[in-house]
């Protein structure tokens, strides 16, 4: 049964010699990992290859990946490679509408440049998903997650893959003769036998006990205390959710095996006779060692299949519902200058234009909730002051002002808008804080993809730009334009220009007087237009 077998790892197409031992984990949640030690010099992000031959020359290729960490040492050298998957670590920030998860997965792959095949096609539309600053292999999982019986990886070859989960797969019958080690542990010790529920004003709707567990584990009795829960249906629902999460024993477990399948992978299932019965579990993680001396594999077993981790669960990003606005926030009641020396010598922000959270952020002050007050002590440019210890604050970037202070009010993401703004382009204007920073933002394809269509029919707008997190040359810029506005400064777009011999829009802003192009699209450009006069 035992089958030997001859590891090879290729740099490329060039074959590595090895010392030591090859460690090989192969994870089902998380990115697989490989180890191992070599005399030879291997450039930083190389493709790995390992290869398992046996005596039959049947081949195997159970790892490809990355090296990511190079350790030198005396007469060799240690590489960590990292699995394909972690080409897929970049973050994005996009909306999809009327999207299936194939054609998410694609574009998401298409951006990280990552090629896809063996893509199973998915017909549930999503009427909208809205991803926030989260890595393009999180995306992948969660919109997979959303669907049924399918899984996302990313292969050996580093090509991704979408495809559907098999109702039935092969597996492997372990015992104690076929096994070096195994280690089963259950953990009693929070296992409960019966649930209350409370409601809104403390009231019980809804009590269980089992009996049979009661009899055996005694009365342990697990409280749910929710006002938001206000019927008895769902309270009973509750307590059923939790019941059969601590109903049984936590179960950890593990076996050790002297000989490497070639076929052996986390997620398959495996049955395991101990005490005179055999139990089905899943296998979560494979570890692989090869060595001169010795070739194991070690299986991390669970009593049944986990749910998938909290990064495989999508929910929408905190901030989707940008309408809302902050109740506890101060802004400007007039116009303000600079005031701390960091930002003295910059542009002056007109009424309404800046906003912070009305409370105080000096570490010392013992009542900041009790709130801050414009300028009490009339100064020309504008500050903001705590009413509770008096700490001085610049009304325009919110520091303390302190010149060895590094202290600042936070910043509100939410406030009134300039008159003609949109409040939910206001808001995220607000957010970013700066006119160059919105610019990059609105540039920047993760955030404001371009789309290629006509201005006469298809114009969107700044808020559904803003919502759908795609627009072509003219409603980008002019999504620009009403944040500048929104930011306090001049803006106006101007169509009839060209970019690359076709129709282009632009946008001009005006900084301190002077007339600046500033374009989110055709090669991004942000520069003082030449030979221009100020105006008011």
Known sequence: MSKTINPKIFAEKNKINLIGTINVVDNYHSPSNLTFQ???????LKTIHLIFETSKKKSVTPFGGQNVKITEKLGENKYDVDSHERRLNGKITKVFTNKTANQIIKWVCKKQKVKTCKFAKT????????????????????VATLEDNMLFKVNVDGLAELKKIPHQEKGYVFNLTNVTDYELSYDYSNVITGIKVYGEKNKELYSYNNKTMTAKYGVITEIIDDDTITSKSTAKDKAAALFKEKKNPVFAGSI?????????????????????KYHNYWIGTVATTISNSEQSQKLTLYDGKPAPPSDWIYTPPNDNNLDSCTEKTVTNPQTIEGSCGVCKNKPSKSKGTVSFEDRCTHPSCKNPNKGLSFNPKRTKEGEWTCKACGADYCAKCGKEKLKTSKIYLKKSTSCKAVKGVPLVVANKANELGSLRKCWEWVKNENNIDYELYLCDKKIKGPEKTLSSRGGNCYDKNNLFKYMARQLGYKAQLQCGHKCDKYPHCICYVWINGEKWLVDTTCKGKYQKVKNTKKTK
């Open 123 to 142: 017909t549930k539309k999503h009427p909208k998903l809205a991803f926030e600053a989260k890595k393009a292999i999180d995306i992948c999982h969660q």
């Open 38 to 44: 070599s005399p030879q010099s291997i450039a930083e």
């Open 256 to 276: 050790t095996i002297p000989q490497i399948l070639l076929n052996l992978h986390a997620g398959m299932w495996c049955s395991f006779k101990s005490k005179g």
